[in-house]
């Protein structure tokens, strides 16, 4: 089996930093693509940012300039640092990540069980 758990969560003052990580563990022969979605209650997940293993990334236009993706290919690991917060980033902040699990296999999309960030205006 394979499980992305989340941590790093909690309740900030805006303009206030969180970290978020996210380790993959478990049968893994290797990680593909890492990325953090969010969904804000009553609305759809969202797309914040995306890592491939060569450690190119992208970001939804509202985050960009506060939030950064980066990833520890040797710990499976991927984190979010969020600056700058705003009440509007509050959200369950869901990993995701593509992994194989043996050689020769394909990738699968797996899902953590999501952490939740509020910010307090």
């Known amino acids: 089996q394979v499980h992305l758990v989340e941590s790093g969560g909690g309740l900030v003052q805006a303009g206030g930093s969180l970290r978020l990580s996210c380790a993959a563990s478990?049968?893994?022969?290797?990680?593909?693509?890492m990325g953090w979605y969010r969904q804000a209650l009553g609305k759809q997940r969202e797309l914040v940012a995306t890592i491939n293993s060569g450690g190119s990334t992208n970001s939804a236009d509202s985050v960009k300039g506060r939030f950064t993706i980066s990833r520890d290919s040797a710990k499976n690991t991927v984190y979010l640092q969020m600056n700058s917060l705003k009440p509007e980033d509050t959200a369950v902040y869901y990993c995701n990540a593509d992994i194989r699990r043996y050689s020769g296999s394909v990738y699968v999309n797996y899902w953590g069980q999501g952490t939740q960030v509020t910010v307090s205006s």
């Open positions: 478990g049968s893994i022969f290797s990680v593909n693509d």
